[in-house]
């Protein structure tokens, strides 16, 4: 079970970390360029999957990487990953990027441009679950249940 160490972020609010300027460029241009997958799930993240206290933004620098899809109230980043990063090369680097950003208090879920294609209700499913994990109640019971005036 995923727990925050932090208080959760405002949706409208940057990563505490400062971004690079080349990371703000690339995400810039990469928001108007999505990938056949990545549009299907930016579709779906916005339309079949509000919950209350996420917000998913597309394309969001964090340090020097971009997430793809990130929600910053449960510091969820969802990649979408197509066929170029299964090369040992590229394997390694994703590995460095998700030690990075679950460095800084993210975590990441990665899914094949396959699944999103194929079994969108499943990816669905699977970034739901996590949401709900992360997602703080609003009156959390005390320590040990029951009243907490008792």
Same mark, same amino acid.
């Given at each position: 079970?995923l727990?925050?160490?932090?208080?959760?972020?405002?949706?409208?609010?940057?990563?505490a970390?400062?971004t690079?300027? *080349?990371?703000?460029?690339?995400?810039?241009?990469? $928001? &108007? #360029?999505? #990938?056949?997958?990545?549009k299907? +799930?930016?579709?779906? +993240?916005?339309h079949?999957?509000?919950?209350?206290?996420?917000?998913?933004?597309?394309?969001?620098?964090?340090?020097?990487?971009?997430?793809?899809?990130?929600?910053?109230?449960?510091?969820?980043?969802?990649?979408?990953?197509?066929?170029? &990063?299964?090369?040992?090369?590229?394997?390694?680097?994703?590995? *460095? *990027?998700?030690?990075?950003?679950?460095?800084?208090?993210? &975590?990441?879920?990665?899914? #094949?441009?396959?699944?999103?294609?194929?079994?969108?209700?499943?990816? +669905?499913?699977?970034? &739901?679950?996590?949401?709900? $994990?992360?997602?703080?109640?609003?009156?959390?019971?005390?320590?040990?249940?029951?009243?907490?005036?008792?």
């Amino acid at each position: 079970m995923l727990a925050l160490t932090e208080p959760a972020m405002s949706w409208n609010q940057p990563p505490a970390k400062s971004t690079s300027l *080349r990371a703000k460029s690339n995400a810039g241009r990469l $928001r &108007h #360029t999505l #990938t056949e997958p990545e549009k299907r +799930l930016w579709w779906h +993240l916005r339309h079949r999957l509000p919950i209350s206290g996420t917000h998913f933004r597309r394309q969001v620098p964090i340090g020097s990487y971009i997430a793809d899809f990130c929600c910053l109230g449960t510091r969820l980043v969802v990649e979408v990953d197509g066929g170029q &990063h299964s090369t040992d090369q590229a394997l390694a680097y994703d590995n *460095r *990027r998700s030690i990075y950003l679950e460095s800084q208090g993210f &975590h990441v879920m990665r899914f #094949t441009n396959a699944e999103v294609m194929q079994d969108m209700n499943s990816v +669905l499913d699977t970034i &739901h679950a996590a949401l709900v $994990r992360t997602t703080p109640t609003p009156y959390p019971s005390p320590q040990g249940g029951g009243d907490p005036e008792a």
